[in-house]
């Protein structure tokens, strides 16, 4: 079986507030402050390098307290964009799908629903999504031709390594899975932003529906197995958890 080497590569920081990232907060709870750390992730095996999320645009990047282009902290790491051969798009919001035209090898691996919804109808008329959306990165992929796969649902891409369709935070939301020495590692991204999101089976307030927020908690968990591992997509305690490649950048995951 094809096995990877699955790191997560921290390429911004910004100080939020438990209120944005959790719901039912009170009054006293929803202005403490929340650290939130921002990555990509990647999975490397013998014949494939693979990069989860493409991350914030510069040009959008100003609310970060810290910030690298993800494509600068991959070469730092020793992998030149070049060498991403998979671009996998958990979802289009614009801290995970702005640098997609900085990685001129890459076949894009994303949900249609996900597409469909961003470059449909309902997206451009609520207002609490629009920000999250990055135009220029869904007009590059419009015109990505035949390096854009469209996945319905559960697909192993490549040996070793599956998406799964879960929604919730976002109409198309997937998470990916991969295998490696030390067991199946899910790359939940937003399905579950923090940890405390998943384990207190409280999510966060930007959800596009609730149920499918729930739905993805237990398909997490399911995809990862009895005592299995899975990545958050915003929480800075990844990088405390694993051991570091790049301090404060870059931590191996398995
Ligand atoms: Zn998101």
């Not at 403490?32 to 990555?39: F, L």
């Not at 995970?96 to 961003?118: I, K, L, M, N, S």
Request: net charge negative.
């Amino acid at each position: 079986m094809t096995e990877y080497r699955v790191y997560a590569l921290c390429y911004g920081h910004r100080t939020g507030t438990r209120g944005q990232h959790f719901l039912g907060c009170d009054e006293h709870e929803w202005n403490q402050p929340h650290p939130t750390a921002y990555y990509v992730w990647l999975a490397v095996s013998d014949n494939h390098t693979v990069l989860v999320d493409a991350g914030i645009r510069p040009e959008r990047a100003g609310e970060l307290d810290s910030y690298e282009p993800p494509a600068k902290v991959l070469s730092e790491f020793g992998v030149p964009a070049t060498a991403v051969n998979r671009l996998v798009l958990t979802h289009l919001h614009y801290d995970h799908a702005g640098t997609v035209a900085d990685f001129p090898h890459a076949r894009y691996v994303v949900q249609r629903q996900e597409y469909e919804y961003w470059t449909g109808p309902w997206a451009r008329r609520i207002t609490r999504e629009q920000w999250l959306l990055d135009g220029e990165a869904l007009e590059f992929l419009g015109n990505a031709g035949q390096r854009l796969d469209f996945v319905d649902g559960d697909l192993e891409i490549l040996p070793g390594l599956s998406v799964h369709l879960v929604g919730g935070h976002t109409a198309g939301m997937q998470v990916v899975r991969v295998a490696t020495a030390a067991g199946p590692v899910v790359l939940a991204s937003d399905a579950a932003h923090f940890a405390e999101n998943l384990e207190d089976d409280r999510p966060a307030p930007l959800v596009h529906t609730m149920t499918g927020m729930y739905g993805a908690f237990d398909r997490v968990k399911e995809l990862a197995g009895p005592g299995g591992r899975y990545l958050p997509g915003h929480d800075p305690v990844v990088l405390d958890r694993f051991p570091a490649e790049v301090p404060g950048r870059v931590v191996r995951v398995a």
